[in-house]
């Protein structure tokens, strides 16, 4: 029964790797519908925790999503299941894919198509700026910490692992203080 | 080693990503360019790759790299690298999640990350818009430049009105096909 659970977690997650565009967000309504509704492994609780989960440990939220999953509905063999489920389609996938961009960049009308494809993925990127922004506290210290990251990043070429860990350490602190004042 | 070295440099952007997605692109510029893997418009046609292809667009990105720079294997040591951060952490986290979302450290280090996140996104942007546009402004390529403004503010108006970004993709590359092949 439980190497079952096992497999069944590898071919769900297989699935929901395969069949979503976009990853993280865009799993999380599959997730729910497969895990919950369908074979119900974990409730709806477990589920909102899983986003919330996914959003404050680093890392992809589709992997942090699939391993939160495995691990609650069969333990360490159920976190490998599934990781690996969500992981391998995109894998298989995009190596074929990749050898296919080598193949044809080399032909005019790909590098054509590619120079379209540049200014879309540049306006992707504002739109995931504009979305980022939305979600971010809106306070002094938050909006000080973007600008500070912003100008040591495209100026100043600084380390981003040090803006991250700096970040956090900062958020911290304010938020002792805040708590310190309020007390 | 190449191989080594491209885990590594994926264990690092997997464990310093927040927000996954579009947030781990800071990053991979930053040291993919400086490894000298990629250029900055492989990154850039990558990332559009991994937006029309199923699957977490962090793995996506992270096999696109590997299988570039390096291969199959190449490939296979950036994914695991960019997984393994997250996999460790989850297992650790998942026992005392209840705590661990209350726990005032967490909620002052995510006040100050989705802060850092957005500035370094904010950088992601402005470095891919100068590759993107910088050669065409560059050489006054005015056949060019009154393409990418017309584009650019349809694929605004696109956005606003939801439409799905493979079709914004798919779009802006057919015109590319018809703008630059005249």
């Not at chain 1, 029964?1 to 069944?8: C, Q, Y």
């Amino acid at each position: 029964m439980k190497s079952n659970t096992t497999l069944r977690l590898f071919l769900t997650f297989f699935k929901i790797g395969a069949f979503t565009f976009g990853g993280g967000y865009a799993m999380i309504p599959l997730i729910q519908r497969e895990v919950v509704e369908n074979k119900k492994w974990l409730s709806d609780k477990d589920v909102s925790d899983v986003v919330a989960i996914a959003e404050t440990t680093p890392g992809p939220i589709a992997i942090n999503a699939a391993t939160f999953v495995g691990y609650k509905t069969n333990g360490i063999m159920g976190a490998i299941a599934s990781t690996l489920g969500v992981v391998l389609p995109s894998f298989l996938i995009i190596s074929l894919v990749a050898l296919a961009f080598k193949k044809y960049m080399k032909y005019e009308i790909v590098a054509n198509a590619f120079w379209g494809v540049r200014i879309a993925v540049v306006a992707l990127m504002v739109k995931a700026l504009i979305s980022m922004f939305k979600q971010c506290p809106k306070n002094a210290v938050s909006y000080s910490v973007a600008a500070i990251a912003l100008i040591l990043v495209a100026v100043f070429h600084t380390n981003i692992l040090f803006i991250i860990l700096g970040a956090a350490i900062v958020g911290i602190i304010y938020n002792q203080v805040k708590a310190g004042r309020n007390r | 080693m190449i191989y080594l070295k491209l885990f590594w440099v994926f264990f690092k952007i997997g464990a310093f990503t927040f927000g996954g997605g579009y947030a781990m692109l800071p990053l991979v510029q930053q040291e993919v360019l400086q490894n000298g893997w990629l250029s900055n418009e492989e990154i850039v046609d990558f990332i559009a790759i991994s937006e029309s292809t199923p699957g977490p667009f962090a793995v996506n990105m992270s096999t696109l790299a590997g299988m570039q720079t390096a291969g199959i294997f190449g490939a296979f040591c950036a994914t695991f690298g960019v997984v393994l951060p997250s996999f460790i952490i989850i297992l650790l986290v998942a026992r005392i999640y209840d705590r661990f979302q209350s726990s005032k450290v967490i909620k002052g280090a995510m006040l100050g990350l989705k802060g850092a996140v957005v500035g370094l996104i904010g950088a992601a942007v402005i470095s891919t818009a100068i590759s993107v546009f910088g050669s065409a402004v560059k050489s006054i390529n005015t056949k060019e430049m009154v393409t990418a403004t017309i584009l650019l503010a349809a694929l605004g108006l696109g956005i606003r009105k939801k439409i799905h970004p493979i079709i914004l993709i798919i779009v802006s590359a057919i015109v590319g096909m018809v703008v630059q092949g005249i």
